[in-house]
């Protein structure tokens, strides 16, 4: 096994436990990711209050890359503004855009770093992200619609 | 025309061949930093340094426009690309080398029977049949024109093991039935299918028979004339060829009933601002300037692969295929699909192992040094049989050896430990 190996510590703990995974019943908007190449399959949560994101929550099935990324987003972004949120998605996708874009946008998901060199597997990182990204457009139409 | 060889007419299969010694003919070998053991050779197979020697021999010393000079460059390029096509006339066994029309790619040569035949003659209410462990390119240009021309795709089902089950696709030989189209070696399954025995039966009603052999060509011994069948397509990067082209055989009367799905230079006779006629065959079906050096590699492998001999490569390869089968059969937790071992397998296995999912298992073997595939393997009308989304594969060619089979096991176990496969 090398040293770059992409099954890094940190990756494996979040595969194995995974953080805020299971349930969505409570949330306040689901939105589902899927692969269709490799079957990977996540439903986002979220409830938010005030513009702040209260929970993150997944569940579903994919690669170990996948969930971890999935387990780690959920920490990262629990506790944001929704901007901020939308912020932190932008510069996760950037930074899996950009080879020269090094340094990662939360400390917290630096172990996704190795990935970067294997863009195969640029989607199982970004799925559960773009989930969220979604769940974000669902609570801003929700609100705007409440304006209307 | 040049008169094609007779099968009779083929070099013997010496006694035993060294595999082991014919590594060196593959440069890659050499070259890897780190020990490459390469399963992969179902998606493409890695190129002898002769094949590469023809493409970069023909760039320096003999590279010219094809059927389009009168100096002495031009003639013997066209030559050359004649020569290559009569090469794989005589590789198929095909009665005649304007029978051998050069593609991109198998790909291209089955959508080119759909649209410039099936497309056709087909009818609201006729039936074309694939099986469920087609590839795309032999599922989804059927599928296009069947919508387009109100008929029905047909699928022939599978058993259990992953074989043809024949005797559940009603309808297959009936009047309805215009076009079989078939795999000869599943790209995931590794089964070998019955093509003859279809053929045979086809015929007696007069339904003509495509054989995708895109994963035969190259391993075994085929011949066109023996099988009998109507068109049959191939891909050169899968037999030890260059990228970017292919060919479709086809009878002499299927091919004159096809039209040419690109127009353009070369493939005309007359054009006129009114009208047009085409060039005889093959040309008519070979629009712009042709791949010569892709055509001269694609002959430089099918010579090498001949000298070693074709039923030696396939028994070679179906002893590796057994070997891993059995390898991997005794490891805790694996699913493996497919016939298994025998006289209709090749040298394809696809699995999965309980728990982990086959990116992960492939990325693993990576850092391994080992090459295995894991997807749907352009099959998700095969995946959605078995069941799953997507599969492991290895598979295997002439360079591989049984270390090979001992890293994959390795990387495997490596998996289940990093995984916590409990």
Redesign the interface.
Known sequence: ??SD???KAVL?DH??NPRNKGELDAMDMVKRGSN????DEIEVGIASSNGVLETVRFRGR????CLASASMMTECTSGLELQQARQLIARMQQWFSNPDNEAPPNENLAALGTIRQ?PA?KK?VLLAWQALDETLDGIEDQFAASNR | MEPVRRKSDLPQVPAAIDFESLRADFPIFAASRQPLHYLDSAASAQKPACVVESISQCYNHGYGPVHRGLYPLAESASEDYEASRRTLANFINAAGAEQIVFTRSATEAINLVAQGWAARYLQPGDEIWVSQMEHHANFLPWQRVCTSHGSRLRIIPLDSEGRLDLEQAEGLFGQKSRLIAITQVSNVLGTINPIGEIVATAKQQNIPVLVDAAQSVGHMPLDVQDLDCDFLVASAHKMCGPTGIGFLYGKTDRLAATEPLLLGGGMVDEVNIDNSSWAEMPARFEAGSPNLAGAIGFAAAADYLRGIGLQAIEQRVKELARLAYEKLSSVDGIRLYGPGPGLDSSGILSFNIDGI????LA??AA??GVAIR???HCC?PLMQRLG???TARASFNLYNNEQDIAALVAAIQ?AKR???YR
């Not at chain 1, 269709?36 to 079957?39: E, L, M, Q, S, V």
Request: charged letters at 15%; proline letters at 5%.
């Open positions: 096994m090398s190996s992409v099954y494996l595969f194995h269709p190449r490799c079957g994919g690669c170990s890359i294997h597997r199982c | 999912h086959p990116h992960d990325q693993i850092e391994h894991a997807g749907h998700q799953v989304s997507s490596d990093i995984l916590g």
